[in-house]
């Protein structure tokens, strides 16, 4: 039996290595050399395809095994052996073509939730896979055809992913996909994925009962994710040990992604078509670079050509994203959809939408500009949006998985975990810019919109 990460070692060769060069004298004795060479090292370092055959004569496939010379374990130990320690997948049973081998369907099961309860069924996707859940006991596997036959890797970030993001999303724990089975046909036998596997522990408490979560719904997050790319993985990912200043950039980047591909209207203004921003745009860079020409510039450098070409080129930049929401109009429609759900989601903020524009902009284009409050301020309105801006999204996410309001504000009311960042998030904020107030009416979340 193959453990989850197999190493496979020989004595001798598979591939002739780069930089470690073996030549063997007329006498037969081997010298190896090292040329410490990094093109050959990342020559040598690239995925491989191999195959093989068990004593018993089973075939074993390895998919993208990177290795070479092992390093000697003692100065006798002096034989030339390779040692492929890292292997994207191992397939025992049949030869396969790599990461080009694609198969008719796969079985999976996802670790991190408790409570899967024991109703199976099936849905389809609008991409034209078949989903199945099979029941054994509290376990539940999940059997998906493809429309067409796919690869591990397709199959992993069409599938999987979408799944376990789905069961992480309404559970509130890490998930991993685990067990991965496939088959290359309908009468080909059934062989185990071997490689590195995800498998947290699960958590006591969860969000939303893992149960809840129907066939229809697994099906329409398969779909989902493509329409995403994968960021509404990102928008509920943690990200342990990175500075503060990271985390919300990176959670500020990824709401503005996600409110790209979820949300229809992506303009400021619909009833401007394309051809009438371009001729605005021509319009406006025509008129400006006449102005320009007209300066008086006594007693300064005039304008070279280039000069004037970058000029242009610049009002065509600023133009391109005129008709675009703003990054702050985009915020306000998470928190409007948010606060719609969970009606206190950000009651702490006397304007959400203005804290999250103010913080990336002061960390993604003003450099060391001074900020409006203090040094502590700042970083404790970082640490209050790197708890809010998870479960503002995590929200909208959740309604578009198709969980109704009021399952939602049941799941909610008794989170330690929501509750928890209720009031930590309250805490940070007194006495700064972003603090609601006894005073403070509830901010609207269509509120005039400040530059980007």
Known sequence: ?????????????????????????????????????????????????????????????????????????????????????????????????????????????????????????????????????????????????????????????QVLSPVASLVSLATH?????????????????????????????????ELLPARLISPQQYAAWIDFQRITDGLDTAAIDRLPGVAIQTEVLALAAIAEGLHQRIYDADSRI????????????????????????????????????ADLTEFGQAMNDSFSFINKPTYRSRMADFVAEAQSIIPGIVGAFNDWPAAVKDIRNILAHQGTEPHSETLDQFHDVLIALSYSIPWVLRTVLLARAGFDPATLREAYELSSQYNLHLANTRNLLIGGPYAQTATDAPASADSSAAHR
Request: net charge neutral; with cysteine.
């Open 1 to 157: 039996m193959l453990t989850d990460s197999p190493i496979l070692e020989i004595l001798g060769r598979i591939f002739d290595e780069r930089s470690n060069r073996v030549t063997i004298s007329e006498h037969g004795g081997t010298t190896i050399s090292y040329t410490g060479d990094p093109e050959d090292s990342v020559a040598d370092f690239e995925p491989r395809d191999i195959h093989g055959v068990l004593e018993d004569g089973t075939a074993v496939s390895i998919v993208g095994a990177q290795g070479g010379k092992k390093h000697a374990g003692s100065f006798y130990d002096w034989k030339y052996r390779q040692q492929f320690r890292s292997t994207r997948h191992v397939l025992v049973g049949e030869h396969v073509e790599g990461d080009r081998q694609t198969y008719q369907d796969c079985r999976f099961q996802i670790a991190g939730a408790n409570w899967w309860g024991t109703t199976g069924g099936q849905a389809q996707a609008q991409c034209g896979g078949t989903l199945i859940l099979e029941t054994d006991g509290d376990q539940l596997t999940f059997h998906y055809t493809p429309a067409e036959p796919q690869t591990i890797r397709e199959l992993d970030w």
């Open 173 to 205: 724990n890490p998930t991993g996909a685990i067990q991965l089975r496939v088959r290359r046909t309908e009468k080909s036998p059934w062989m185990a994925v071997h490689r590195r596997e995800s498998a947290p522990t699960a958590r006591s408490h």
């Open 270 to 305: 619909p009833a401007l078509s394309r051809s009438d921003m371009q001729q605005a745009r021509r319009a406006a860079r025509k008129a400006a670079l006449e102005k320009v020409r007209q300066i008086d510039r006594t007693g300064r450098e005039p304008l070279s050509p």
